[in-house]
């Protein structure tokens, strides 16, 4: 529940009072009782633990700074709150309206209790303790769904992760933990911290780089979040940010407002609404939108400490902004509110932070000599490692102490980074000649010099070469690398596409590059050496290196565009769809992808904003062009530079890292794949989206994943928190206001309408919910009626409603038990609530069907899938897809085809048009087998591939969906299918081993049907006709099936002429001559001038002879245009050993006739050779190969039909005289 007002929820709250009231109507009843029973007390201090959980609950919300401001997002958290706490107050209200236990208080002035109150009275402290434990438990898990629901999609929204800033703050400082205490006692920290006066409130903690500022900062975090801890809860916010310069995610305004809003978030329950709502709301969110969220956000309580750290290493002008922020919005919203907000800024005076907040209070570290004693105590800690490692006496310990202390200059760095190179000196020799006066450093960029000599000048080549690769490639990244990327950069060779693992180096990073570096453990994998993220130890060396020339920026930036630019171009990533990769997989080869794929364009942004090196800028321009026509969809012809080319060059390159993640996956599955422990790590679970920060980190587990990329997906949410559309979310806000007039719409001032019944004049249950009748359909419910039940055209009340397009009927009949999936079905009716949401495009109602019960089955998945391509509804379709993920669908995928057969059948024999449209079969297929297709949808899986070859033998020869779908009718399946098959599938013979072509004219539905016509055509333009002469098992030509079927002229002529030889014998020696079911397919026939009109089939017959002698049911029309064609047939013998003429065959006929519904079409036959033109020709023939008793029977025949002209005939003929 969401109140659209704070009046509105005020109201309520004095509704939730009168609850409370009620429920404590009956206590005063029982006053003498409690004050004699202990059970009774304890009930009394149940329901004063009630209320004041009640009232604790209210205060929190009232308690706030501008508590109007944030109701509307504090309701729904207090709404949680209480409805277990009134719920419990109402049932221990029904526990004491107990009749006997009234009447006990009754009597309670007259007699001692009986065993039955004193039972009762147990059995109530036990039902309370019991209420008590069910009503927290289950408050307690809802809250906790709740919130990891909200604050998944607010990470994913914000793209903050468990924050880097955590891991930061967790992290150990190589300093001693005692260190920057003295901060605390420091009076110009004091004031900050705990003065209110407008004038401390902003407070800026300088220093050199190096000095400890960061370690400073935290150990002030840590501080605050402990006071934090131990004060009233819900009275103050604590938030930081640390800018870091080599990291793109970390250096502005933007990122520092996204991490901070999520640390508030995480705080307070009502700010995770407030920013809920207000971000699932948006498609982008813009700067502006994060300032006005994230002030709203601090503001909210009474107290709220901000501190950001490394301003300096913000980039360009985000220190600017983030600043101006701070000073100029949040301290006047703040102070508006009358929220107490203190600021600490922690960075270097390097010309515009000292500027800026020059008229605030300062700490400068160098001044402080609380600080040097810090620094003085690290160093004597780091002494004491360094005189053990080396036997030092206790005076040269002492000298070493000094000698670091005095030099630093209040620079924590420069004491590490020279007692770190100290420590790793091999001799002690070498460690004091170290300290000499001509060598030891006297600032920080000589003690980076002393490193470099040691790591650089007196080291092999080898390793000289390994060092500069590594600093250049850190330092250039846009990101830190982990140590497999830096592995796999000395392996790949993007212009031979190959992976070589053996240049992998065998040291450690940290042991290589020394203290120029830093190396982290990995969050998900800690204590993996392949996913340490490895930086430079500070912004000091990097610049240190770039200005003495030991790393070229310029072409390192320009060596890393060049090598993206050919490593996404190469074919093995470009061509992973359609060609096989396994060994390009297990080699590594794929191992950089994540990083290339995501930051190849900064690299050439980078070259490009150069005025160096015209001639390697055209190299990289090139690489660049190459890339862009590999990737793009424009694949010929000038590619012009333009927004819409970059990003259709990211969705491509997006496509097909998709595409090879898939087939790495696959991949792992086989047991030996110890290479990917060294170049691919640990599984991680990666957003595809390239420009998610989850892209290269992944989580841990799919179904995180998943929670992730539906924000991506379906990123606009219900702000009503207890609907399912504020989980599931939208993927558009016209679908989220769709939803919202469905299930949200007030009826306020609308005109009010009354039931008028059904035609019977009966209002039910069904009526009511057909009509929408909301408050009807709960009344029946509560009188008992069957929400399951059925009215007379054998509908149930939720398909009406459904069919209707009433939502929230709807949602009253499902939260109610009723499973929109599993419904009463009768053959007399195909109508159901799904087919009625997805007819009727109800597709709000149909989410909400996909969201209740425990979801659907393979075999019901597939049932809709066909449902959804059957009624050509796209959006239904994809709404039945994306439930699952497609690697979630290989289940499905077998059950599928069949039911579009199935529903096919059903379709046809309701005499409803059959679709030859195959669109929406591949739309499915594609979501299911991404990897078989291209960025523009087109299939493209090639017959070798081994994913092809799996589902192509499951598909056409263990399921045989081809030669079915053919049969019945099916054709936007068989056309989908001939889409996807090569040659060795579509020519499969199953079953009882027809072709293809004959399945699908022994499926032909009668009359002139566009669809049959079409898929007649398909047919026969594969492989150039090659369809229409491939026989059976019988050896029957698609021509001998069109003629013995029933089959249109269209049809039929389109076959006959794709036939190569007409005269084709079968088996048994027929030809398609001796198939015609009629006389119109005998016509056609007969258009060929080159049919052998006396063809013989096996027992030497001409198709004329052969209708006689093989059917009760002879054709006279047949008989006809054959005779017509050439009269000679009407009395040629047979080429058989009794050289039978058609009139033998006939009078055979005419003796066996055994079926009645033919005894008017033989006799008709036989007439026909006997007045035909060539009646006498027929009778000679006959008279040659007969007996006397034959030729009686044909003149017996003659005289009972009175065919005067062929007695004559036969007279003439002395045809069987008399």
Same mark, same amino acid.
């Given at each position: 529940m969401i109140a659209t007002s704070w009046t509105d929820s005020v109201r309520k709250l004095i509704d939730a009072y009168e609850e409370i009231a009620e429920a404590l109507d009956n206590l005063a009843f029982f006053h003498n009782l409690i004050r004699s029973r202990d059970h009774l007390k304890l009930v009394l201090e149940d329901y004063f633990s009630d209320i004041l959980r009640f009232h604790r609950c209210v205060l929190g919300v009232f308690s706030r700074p501008e508590w109007k401001r944030f109701f509307e997002w504090a309701w729904g958290s207090f709404r949680?709150?209480?409805?277990?706490?009134?719920k419990s107050l109402k049932r221990k209200q029904a526990l004491l309206s107990d009749d006997k236990l009234q009447s006990h208080a009754i009597l309670?002035?007259?007699?001692?209790?009986d065993q039955y109150t004193k039972d009762q009275f147990s059995n109530l402290h036990t039902s309370l303790a019991d209420i008590r434990s069910t009503l927290a438990s289950e408050r307690l898990q809802s809250k906790i769904l709740q919130a990891h629901e909200m604050k998944t999609y607010l990470e994913s929204r914000l793209d903050v992760s468990k924050s880097q800033t955590d891991l930061q703050l967790e992290s150990r400082d190589p300093v001693d933990e005692n260190s920057g205490i003295w901060i605390f006692s420091n009076p110009i920290f004091k004031c900050w911290e705990g003065e209110k006066s407008a004038e401390n409130r902003v407070l800026f903690l300088n220093g050199s780089p190096g000095s400890g500022k960061s370690t400073l900062a935290k150990t002030i975090i840590r501080h605050q979040k402990k006071k934090e801890a131990s004060a009233a809860p819900r009275r103050s916010f604590l938030a930081y940010f640390f800018f870091k310069h080599n990291a793109t995610d970390r250096r502005t305004a933007r990122s520092m407002l996204q991490h901070v809003i999520m640390q508030l978030v995480n705080a307070d329950e009502t700010i995770m609404r407030l920013a809920h709502e207000r971000l699932s709301t948006k498609e982008v969110t813009e700067l502006a939108d994060l300032k006005e969220l994230a002030s709203d956000c601090f503001t909210a309580r009474p107290n709220a400490t901000l501190v950001l750290d490394g301003l300096d290493e913000a980039m360009g002008n985000e220190q600017?902004?983030?600043?101006?922020?701070?000073?100029?919005?949040?301290?006047? !919203?703040?102070?508006?509110c009358g929220c107490h907000l203190k600021i600490l800024i922690c960075g270097q005076r390097d010309g515009r932070l000292d500027c800026i907040l020059s008229s605030y209070p300062q700490i400068r570290l160098d001044l402080v000599d609380a600080h040097q004693k810090d620094i003085e105590q690290f160093t004597k800690d780091q002494a004491a490692n360094i005189g053990a490692r080396f036997r030092l006496a206790r005076q040269e310990e002492e000298n070493l102490i000094s000698k670091v202390s005095n030099a630093s200059q209040g620079m924590f760095l420069y004491a590490r980074v020279v007692l770190d190179n100290l420590a790793a000196m091999d001799s002690k020799r070498d460690y004091k000649d170290e300290l000499e006066n001509d060598t030891f450093p006297k600032d920080l960029d000589?003690?980076?010099?002393?490193?470099?000599?040691?790591?650089?000048? $007196?080291?092999?080549?080898?390793?000289?070469?390994?060092?500069?690769?590594?600093?250049?490639?850190?330092?250039c990244a846009a990101r830190p690398l982990r140590w497999r990327e830096i592995q796999?950069?000395?392996?790949?060779? !993007?212009?031979?596409?190959?992976?070589?693992?053996? $240049?992998?180096?065998?040291?450690?990073?940290?042991?290589?590059?020394?203290? &120029?570096?830093?190396?982290?453990?990995?969050?998900?994998?800690?204590?993996?050496?392949? /996913?340490?993220?490895?930086?430079?130890?500070? /912004?000091?060396?990097?610049k240190y290196l770039v200005l003495n020339g030991t790393v070229n920026l310029l072409q390192e930036h320009i060596d890393m565009a060049l090598f993206c630019c050919r490593y996404l171009s190469s074919?093995? &990533?470009?061509?992973?769809?359609?060609?096989n990769i396994t060994d390009e997989i297990c080699s590594g080869y794929f191992s950089f992808l994540d990083y290339a794929a995501a930051h190849y364009a900064l690299h050439i942004e980078k070259v490009e904003a150069s005025t160096d090196s015209a001639l390697t800028l055209e190299a990289v321009k090139q690489a660049a062009a190459d890339l862009a026509k590999a990737n793009c969809r424009q694949t010929s012809g000038q590619i012009e530079e333009s927004d819409e080319t970059t990003q259709d060059g990211n969705l491509a390159i997006q496509d097909n890292v998709l595409v090879v993640r898939s087939l790495i996956g696959l991949q792992r599955k086989n047991p030996e794949t110890a290479i990917f422990d060294a170049t691919e790590g640990p599984i991680r679970h990666k957003c595809h989206r390239i420009q998610c920060s989850k892209f290269a980190t992944g989580y841990s587990n799919e179904a995180a994943l998943n929670e992730h990329l539906a924000v991506h997906d379906r990123p606009f949410r219900c702000p009503h928190s207890d609907c399912f559309a504020s989980t599931i979310g939208y993927a558009s806000q016209k679908r989220l206001e769709s939803h919202n007039e469905t299930f949200h719409h007030t009826t306020t001032g609308a005109k009010a309408t009354f039931p008028t019944g059904s035609k019977t004049g009966e209002w039910n249950l069904y009526e009511a919910c057909k009509?929408?009748?909301?408050?009807?359909?709960?009344?029946?419910?509560?009188?008992?009626?069957?929400? $399951?039940?059925?009215?007379?055209?054998?509908?149930?009340?939720?398909?009406?409603?459904?069919e209707a397009g009433h939502g929230p009927v709807c949602k009253y009949l499902v939260d109610n038990g009723i499973d929109p999936f599993r419904y009463k079905s009768d053959q007399r009716s195909s109508r159901n609530p799904i087919t009625g949401v997805i007819n009727g495009s109800h597709l709000e109602i149909l989410e909400l069907f996909l969201h209740s019960g425990n979801g659907l089955s393979n075999s019901e998945l597939a049932e809709n899938i066909a449902r959804a391509i059957h009624a050509d509804r796209s959006a239904a379709l994809n709404m039945f897809l994306t439930i699952r993920q497609p690697i979630k669908h290989a289940d499905v995928i077998k059950l599928v085809p069949g039911e579009i057969i199935s529903q096919t059948v059903r379709k046809l024999a309701r005499r409803d048009s059959h679709s030859i449209d195959a669109t929406l079969i591949h739309v499915w297929f594609q979501y299911v087998k991404p990897e078989f297709y291209n960025e523009k949808g087109v299939f493209i899986a090639h017959s070798d591939c081994a994913e092809y070859k799996i589902w192509g033998d499951i598909i056409f020869r263990q399921l045989d969906f081809f030669h079915r779908a053919l049969r019945k009718g099916c054709y936007s399946l068989a056309t989908f299918l001939m889409d996807i098959g090569n040659d060795e599938y579509l020519q499969i013979k199953i079953g009882y081993e027809e072709t293809p072509l004959q399945c699908c004219i022994r499926g032909l539905c009668g009359g002139d049907c566009s669809s049959c016509m079409s898929m007649v055509r398909r047919l026969l333009q594969y492989n150039s006709g090659k369809f229409a002469n491939i026989t059976n098992v019988n050896g029957r030509l698609p021509a001998h099936t069109a003629m013995s079927r029933a089959a249109s002229q269209a049809v039929l002529r389109a076959v006959l002429d794709s036939t190569e030889d007409i005269n084709h014998k079968c088996n048994a020696g027929q030809s398609p001559l001796h198939e015609p079911i009629s006389g119109d397919s005998l016509r056609v026939l007969l258009e060929n001038k080159a049919v052998d009109l006396f063809s013989r089939n096996s027992k030497g017959q001409t198709a004329f002879s052969a209708l006689y002698d093989e059917s009760y049911a002879v054709n006279v029309d047949v008989l006809e245009y054959l005779f017509e064609a050439d009269p000679r047939l009407a009395w040629t013998p047979d080429e058989s050993k009794e050289g039978l003429t058609p009139l033998h065959h006939a009078m055979k006929l005419l003796e066996g006739r055994n079926f009645f519904f033919h005894r008017e079409r033989i006799p008709t036959a036989v007439k026909f050779l006997l007045t035909c033109s060539e009646a006498r020709r027929v009778l000679m023939a006959y008279e040659a190969r007969s007996t006397d008793a034959d030729r009686k029977k044909v003149r017996d025949f003659?005289?009972?039909?009175?065919?005067?002209?062929?007695?004559?005939?036969?007279?003439?003929l002395r045809f069987n005289p008399i």
């Open positions: 949680r709150e209480v409805k277990p706490i009134l309670k002035e007259v007699q001692d209790s600017e902004i983030s600043i101006k922020w701070c000073l100029d919005k949040l301290l006047p !919203a703040a102070a508006t000589q003690a980076y010099d002393r490193i470099a000599q040691r790591i650089l000048q $007196n080291n092999r080549s080898s390793r000289y070469t390994s060092v500069k690769r590594i600093l250049g490639w850190i330092v796999s950069r000395f392996c790949i060779d !993007a212009d031979k596409q190959i992976c070589d693992i053996e $240049n992998a180096r065998l040291d450690s990073c940290k042991a290589i590059c020394s203290s &120029f570096v830093d190396v982290t453990e990995c969050d998900l994998f800690p204590n993996i050496e392949s /996913e340490q993220v490895v930086s430079m130890v500070h /912004e000091t060396a990097t074919h093995s &990533f470009t061509m992973s769809r359609s060609q009509a929408g009748a909301l408050d009807e359909v709960k009344r029946f419910h509560r009188e008992g009626a069957d929400l $399951n039940g059925t009215d007379a055209k054998i509908i149930t009340p939720l398909c009406a409603a459904a003659a005289r009972k039909e009175m065919l005067q002209e062929a007695l004559d005939i036969m007279d003439s």
